[in-house]
């Protein structure tokens, strides 16, 4: 079974959402973020390589890697789990982009507690 080749992840920095969508094939991610100084930080993480303690066998083994984000979907994964600690860009690996997508802004919730979904 072949892996996709492309990763999306839902973020945050402040109160805006947004998310990145990288394509392995192009070697290429999209940072989609209404803030500006959000964005270029984010943008600014993924363009650069980071050393990185990925686990080995156990939680308790680790090793320190040269990472690059665009590399693989991989590196971009590991790359995601520290981008906060860099530029307060914060990954939300529970919210679906899909939401992300469909409610940009709080305001844009469905309001009174009702129903939403992410369905058209």
Request: charged letters at 30%.
């Amino acid at each position: 079974m072949e892996q996709e080749n492309k990763f999306s992840v839902a973020i945050h920095y402040g109160d805006s959402l947004g998310y990145i969508e990288y394509d392995g094939d192009a070697k290429k991610a999209v940072v989609t973020l209404p803030d500006e100084e959000g964005k270029k930080k984010a943008e600014a993480y993924l363009s650069t390589t980071h050393e990185i303690a990925v686990p080995n066998m156990t939680l308790l083994d680790f090793e320190t890697k040269t990472i690059d984000p665009m590399a693989d979907v991989r590196s971009f994964q590991i790359a995601m789990t520290r981008i906060w600690e860099e530029t307060e860009v914060y990954v939300d690996w529970s919210r679906p982009v899909a939401f992300v997508k469909k409610y940009p802004t709080l305001d844009s919730l469905p309001k009174g507690g009702g129903e939403f979904t992410l369905e058209e």
